[in-house]
Antibody, heavy 122, light 106 residues
Framework: QITLKESGPTLVKPTQTLTLTCTFS??????????VGWIRQPPGKALEWLAL???????RYSPSLKSRLTITKDTSKNQVVLTMTNMDPVDTATYYC??????????????WGQGTLVTVSS | DIQMTQSPSSLSASVGDRVTITCRAS??????LNWYQQKPGKAPKLLIY???SLQSGVPSRFSGSGSGTDFTLTISSLQPEDFATYYC????????FGQGTRLEIK
């Protein structure tokens, strides 16, 4: 059974850097084809993909947020870390991590972590 | 980025109704299209992957179809637990989601 859980601060101040950790079990990030993504959802709004890291350490970022994001993995700890710099109140959202499953060239997010609400406020 | 447009944005329906939600991509994405269900305060749950493949454990009243730019999610007979928000997501390139369709009880 695959599970993921996000952890990190619930409140950050504007201009600070946010660091979120996704701790997972049931799969290895060293297995061919596997990936972990981060997705966020502002209150009452739609889902927005942020970043994705693959088993081979390939990394992809949302073009609109690329300059502010860094995604890394620690395979030995079964963790993926997302950092977002220069936080702003508009970044207030629930942040999810999710397992990237795949079949040939097709892929999808399943399952997802429970999410963690991050509020940006002074 | 590939833009995903869902319609309608919201929908009122009754238990037992047949419901269809549409998702359109701004360019062809073949079958790289997934559907998720999200209930209030919960994480999204995968329903359909690769446009038409039913995720294990998902009731058979859910189905997906389409390829290229136009896709549909159909619920054949709405059940009370189906009232939720539904999102499409393309995986052809960097992932993008539709804006969501909120399915409400009439």
């Amino acid at each position: 059974q695959i599970t993921l859980k996000e952890s990190g601060p619930t409140l950050v101040k504007p201009t600070q850097t946010l660091t979120l950790t996704c701790t997972f079990s049931g799969f290895s990030l060293s297995t061919n084809g596997v990936g972990v993504g981060w997705i966020r959802q502002p209150p009452g709004k739609a889902l927005e993909w942020l970043a994705l890291i693959y088993w081979d350490d390939d990394k992809r970022y949302s073009p609109s947020l690329k300059s502010r994001l860094t995604i890394t993995k620690d395979t030995s700890k079964n963790q993926v870390v997302l950092t977002m710099t220069n936080m702003d109140p508009v970044d207030t959202a629930t942040y999810y991590c999710a397992h990237r499953n795949w079949d040939q060239l097709l892929n999808w997010f399943d399952p997802w972590g429970q999410g963690t609400l991050v509020t940006v406020s002074s | 980025d590939i833009q995903m447009t869902q319609s309608p944005s919201s929908l009122s329906a009754s238990v037992g109704d047949r419901v269809t939600i549409t998702c359109r991509a701004s360019q062809s994405i073949s079958r790289h299209l997934n559907w998720y269900q999200q209930k209030p305060g919960k994480a999204p749950k995968l329903l359909i992957y690769a446009a038409s493949s039913l995720q294990s454990g998902v009731p058979s009243r859910f189905s997906g179809s389409g390829s290229g730019t136009d896709f549909t999610l159909t619920i054949s007979s709405l059940q009370p637990e189906d009232f939720a928000t539904y999102y499409c997501q393309q995986s052809y390139s960097n992932p993008t989601f539709g804006q969501g369709t909120r399915l409400e009880i009439k």
